[in-house]
Every structure is written in C-alpha cells, then in structure tokens.
C-alpha cells in the first residue's frame, strides 16, 4: 500500500520504517530541513535500537523515502499517517497547533482520496475536527469536499522509546477508532502480519482509550512510590512488596518499579492533558491530579534526602549516573534526572554527569551549568555522593572497590534501586535506595 508518514519524530519514523519493512511504499515527510537531509543519507536523527538498520533496508530495497515537499510526499498516497507532536501547552492541555497546520496543508494540496490516519496523542473530539480543517481547506483551493473523499481514522500508537521497533512489529494490540467499520477494516490490512486482538471503536473512545492506559500507567508508578515510602517508614521493603501484588493477574507485575517517578515525552504530558480533558467537560480528575502530585513529590524527597543527608550543598561535588528519562534512550525530555540536576544545581551543587547515550541531549537542556564525563567512574571520581537517577543495567557492572576508591564521600543515593542487591556496604558506601529495607532479606 501507498502510505505518507507526516513528521519524523519518534512516533512518525518508526512507523514508516516498519511499515516499509512490511512491503508497503513509504514516503515521509518532515518540515525540518535539516532531519530530511540526514534521514536521506540514512542516517536517524536519535538513538533508537533497531531503527537505524531498518532505514537502510527500506531505502535499499526502495520502499522508503524522504522528502520535504508536500505535495511529492502526498501525490500516490492511500494512507497518510499523522505523526505531529502534540506538545503541552502552559496549562498543561495539548498544543494543537503543530497537527491542525499540518492537515491544513494537506487540504490545500490534496487532489485524490485518502484515508487520514491519526496517530498523535489527540484530545477527544480533535479526529473530528480535523476532519472539518481539510474540507475547509479542500473548499479554500476551489476542490469539492465531496469529490475528494478524506476518511478519518483514529490508530493511537502504544511504543515505548528504547523498545519501538519491537513494540510496532509485536503489538498486544491494535486500536481503530472511526465512524464506519469499513474504513477500520481497510487499515486493519495494513496490520493483517499481526496476530494480536484488532478494536474497532468509535473515534473518540480510541481518543480517550490513549490517553487512558498513559493514565493508568502513571497511576501505576505514583502507587507504588507512594506505598515505597509506607514500606521505608514501616520496615517493609518494596521490591518484596511489588513482587507479592504483581502476581495477581488483575494488577500484573510490570510498571511496579519504585523510583524518582516517571518523565520522557508521553505520561507527564498526557496525564497533564488528560486532566484538562477532564475539565473542559466540567469533571475534576482528583486522583489523576494525585498521580501528578506524587510525581512531582519523588523528585523533591529524592533531592530532600540528599540534602538532609549531606547538610548544605553549596560545593558540595556530586557525581550523576544517568540523565535520559529512562534506559535505551537518549530523550531527556521531562526526565526526573534533569529536573534532579536541576535542583541540585540551584542548590549549590558542583554537578558532574554521564549517561551511554543521553549526553548530548542533555548538553543542549543543561549547558555547561554541569560537568560531563566519559564513564561513570569519571562521573564518580572525587564526589561527595553518587545520584544514580536512570535505570541504565551498565552501572550494576562499574566495580564497587574501584567506586568506593574514587569517590571522596560515601553516599550513594539511587534513585532507580538499580544497585539495590549489590551490597554497596560492602564497600564502604551508605546506600540509599526508594522504599528498601536496610536489614538484610530471608
Ligand atoms: C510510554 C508508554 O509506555 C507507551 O505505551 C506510550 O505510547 C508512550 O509513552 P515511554 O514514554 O517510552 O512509553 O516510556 P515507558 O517505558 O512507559 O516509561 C515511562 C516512565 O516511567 C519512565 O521515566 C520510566 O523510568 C518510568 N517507570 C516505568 C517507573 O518509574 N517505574 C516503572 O515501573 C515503569
């Protein structure tokens, strides 16, 4: 099938590229000069396992290309994917600025009938309205909106960062929110390689459904971080406590990690959105506004333990493990760890950070407002205490003698209990995990 990805973000080039790599003709389009140009060396813009390979092959065997002009990336279309972000805005609903000029756009530059194919996050009722966009735009060139036929569908996408690839050719499952089953049934085509459950839905429960699991998932994290604390108040340990639930298949056992809480560019966004939704149609979301909170609060304990540990902070030397918003990504975008940094920043600290992969990107938010290091040793080397804030598997192998050697102070605050069974005390260190027992397990 002819398919157009518009924007060639996370979302937008994943999904071309897997979808080239299906046998589909793939062109995307992106505004920004600069990413077309590398993506048509066949280079990817971010680190993303798996992706840069599939580029090459979809290139290669010439069923993926890049472009910058609308009207080459649209003229053999069936499908077109939107793949815009739909960043917050100050009081935290989606701009939806980004996707509204984009379908405006493909209004005035269309000449056939497609199906367009919303995958941004999209607060409900947006499908709908796009939809009049393009008629208003068909109608502004002088096309008949009832010629050329635009049908809507809604195909919310469920990838993680780090784990795309996977995620997009192994999906649990597929949602199709539109207003005629056919329609649904024609992009289900698409996904026909795919054995997972298949939901046709009306367009604004896959809206809603979207921003739903991000919902639950942050509800998720925020519970156990606000049970890790009853659990370090009370002697019981967390990791012991997370296990026991999650082997009940009605809670499950995934997204029970205890931690500095979540960021990355999907749940603080959509459950900030979500609340709005909320609002607008006159409901307040109390328990969304508490995951929210809780949130929030993981990072200001985290920074608080610090501080009451260490005393004033003013000089103090801190060495930082791990600055993206999670593992096997680069993205800091809302990270705890940058927002960490941040803090500790402004308090004084004299900051010095590695991460495998998020280097750069961090750069560009922190400046030179921290120090960077090659490994995490050098990021160790002569600190008061060690921050490990992403859950990065590479730091449970640096060897402890040599950490305990390198360091000045012996604090290790994990914010991720990535090192949690590794006996730091054996080292000297003080260890300081979220939600742990200090006494030693059955
Ligand atoms: C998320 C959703 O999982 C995905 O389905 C959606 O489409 C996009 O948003 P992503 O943003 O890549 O994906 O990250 P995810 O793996 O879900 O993790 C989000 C955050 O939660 C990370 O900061 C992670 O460190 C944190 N987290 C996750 C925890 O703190 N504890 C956990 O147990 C799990």
Redesign the pocket.
């Known amino acids: 099938m002819d398919v157009t990805i518009i924007g060639t973000g996370y979302v937008g080039l994943v999904t071309g590229v897997c979808l080239a790599s299906l046998g589909n003709k793939v062109v995307c389009f992106d505004i920004d000069r600069d990413k077309i140009s590398k993506l048509k060396e066949g280079r990817v813009p971010f680190f993303e396992p798996g992706l840069q390979d599939l580029v090459k092959e979809g290139m290669a065997k010439g069923n993926l290309r890049f472009t910058v002009e609308l009207s080459d990336a649209l003229q053999d279309a069936s499908f077109v994917f939107l793949c815009v972000g739909t960043p917050p805005t100050e009081i935290g609903s989606a701009d939806l600025s980004f996707i509204e000029e984009a379908v405006r756009q493909i209004g005035l530059t269309l000449d056939h009938d497609i199906y367009l194919v919303t995958k941004s996050?999209v607060p409900v009722g947006t499908n709908r309205r796009l939809l009049s966009l393009v008629s208003e735009a068909l109608e502004e060139v002088g096309r008949d909106p009832r010629q050329i036929h635009v049908t809507m569908l809604s195909n919310?996408?469920?990838?993680?960062?780090?784990s795309?690839v996977d995620?997009f050719m192994k999906p649990d499952r597929i949602l199709v929110g539109a207003d005629e089953r056919w329609g649904a049934d024609i992009l289900l085509r698409m996904y026909a390689p795919f054995e997972c459950p298949k939901v046709i839905m009306r367009l604004e429960s896959a809206e809603l459904a979207?921003y739903t699991?991000?919902a639950f998932?942050?509800a998720?994290?925020s519970f156990?971080?606000e049970i890790a604390e009853i659990a370090e108040k009370t002697g019981a340990d967390i990791r012991e406590v997370a296990e026991a639930i999650g082997l009940d298949p009605r809670i499950g056992s995934?997204?029970?990690?205890?931690?500095?809480?979540?960021?990355?560019?999907?749940?603080p966004k959509?459950t900030r959105a979500l609340y709005q939704i909320a609002g607008s149609a006159g409901l307040d979301f109390h328990l969304l506004s508490a995951v929210i909170e809780v949130n929030n609060r993981q990072r200001d304990r985290f920074v608080a333990r610090i501080r009451e540990t260490l005393g004033d902070l003013t000089g103090k030397k801190i060495g930082i493990w791990g600055l993206a918003?999670?593992?096997n990504?680069d993205?800091v975008r809302e990270?705890?760890a940058i927002d960490i940094v941040r803090r500790l920043f402004a308090e004084g600290a004299d900051i010095t950070a590695y991460d495998p992969q998020g280097m750069e990107s961090a750069r560009k938010m922190l400046g030179d407002t921290i120090q960077y290091a090659s490994d995490p040793l050098s990021a160790a080397a002569g600190a008061d205490a060690l921050c490990v804030l992403?859950?990065w598997p590479l730091f449970r192998s640096v060897n402890g003698v040599k950490l305990a050697e390198v360091m000045r102070g012996t604090h290790v605050f994990d914010g991720?209990n990535v090192l949690a069974d590794l006996r730091m005390e054996t080292y000297g260190l003080t260890y300081h995990g979220i939600g742990l027992c200090k006494n030693l397990p059955l």
């Open positions: 996050t919310p996408e469920f990838l993680r960062e780090g795309a995620d979207k699991a991000n998932l942050a998720k994290i156990i971080n995934k997204f029970l990690k205890a931690g500095i809480g979540y960021g990355g560019s999907c749940f959509d918003f999670k593992a990504t993205d990270s705890s992403t859950e991720r």
